[in-house]
T-cell receptor, first 111, second 116 residues
């Protein structure tokens, strides 16, 4: 069973607007969360992380929000750029264990 | 550093044949992971090693799959015999203890396997 779920397989956003990618998890013991970005024919690359002691982490145009009570995290990209078009994976882990990945959301930023 | 290096990039083989995928992790990384990407299950962990020792192989789908890490700089994933349902992109990733929760894993470019 998927412990990490990304229920939106795809998302289209106009350039300059905000992109919001969502991720839900089932294991309340997860305490580290990552977002990866993947371009075609390349491996996923690390984007941003957050630990469960925080509810927000920001890095430039990228912000990750964590809602532990809802077991939900989201990635906000503001402003969205065409180069952000990629597949985004969220991942979650309990300390000492492996990361579980979601199925990915394909983001298309329309110029 | 050249990053995580996987070979081959593409592999097309006939059903029943043996397939070997190769991975060279980043020097100094003590964890190595093999993942399979499919549309239905996303990135699925097959097996991972710590200091060349297999730690968790519960994700290996069947006995047809095996993985080895004979030394810190090389790992193989073997499928014998291969079947069409094994067609997927296989990723190798490595990480360093203590940093993996902050910076995650470094992935290779993957091997696209097609079994006909």
């Amino acid at each position: 069973d998927q412990q990490v779920k990304q229920n939106s397989p795809s998302l289209s956003v106009q350039e300059g607007r905000i992109s919001i990618l969502n991720c839900d998890y089932t294991n309340s013991m997860f305490d580290y969360f990552l977002w990866y970005k993947k371009y075609p024919a390349e491996g996923p690359t690390f984007l941003i992380s957050i630990s469960s002691i925080k509810d927000k982490n920001e890095d430039g145009r990228f912000t990750v929000f964590l809602n532990k009570s809802a077991k939900h995290l989201s990635l906000h990209i503001v402003p969205s750029q065409p180069g952000d078009s990629a597949v985004y994976f969220c991942a979650a882990s309990e300390t000492g264990n492996q990361f579980y990945f979601g199925t990915g959301t394909s983001l298309t930023v329309i110029p | 550093d050249a990053g995580v290096i996987q070979s081959p990039r593409h592999e097309v083989t006939e059903m029943g044949q043996e397939v070997t995928l190769r991975c060279k992790p980043i020097s100094g990384h003590d964890y190595l992971f093999w993942y399979r990407q499919t549309m239905m299950r996303g990135l699925e962990l097959l097996i991972y090693f710590n200091n060349n020792v297999p730690i968790d192989d519960s994700g290996m789908p069947e006995d047809r799959f095996s993985a080895k890490m004979p030394n810190a700089s090389f790992s193989t994933l073997k499928i014998q015999p291969s079947e069409p349902r094994d067609s997927a992109v296989y990723f190798c990733a490595s990480s360093q203890q203590g940093l993996r929760y902050i910076y995650g894993y470094t992935f290779g470019s993957g091997t696209r396997l097609t079994v006909v």
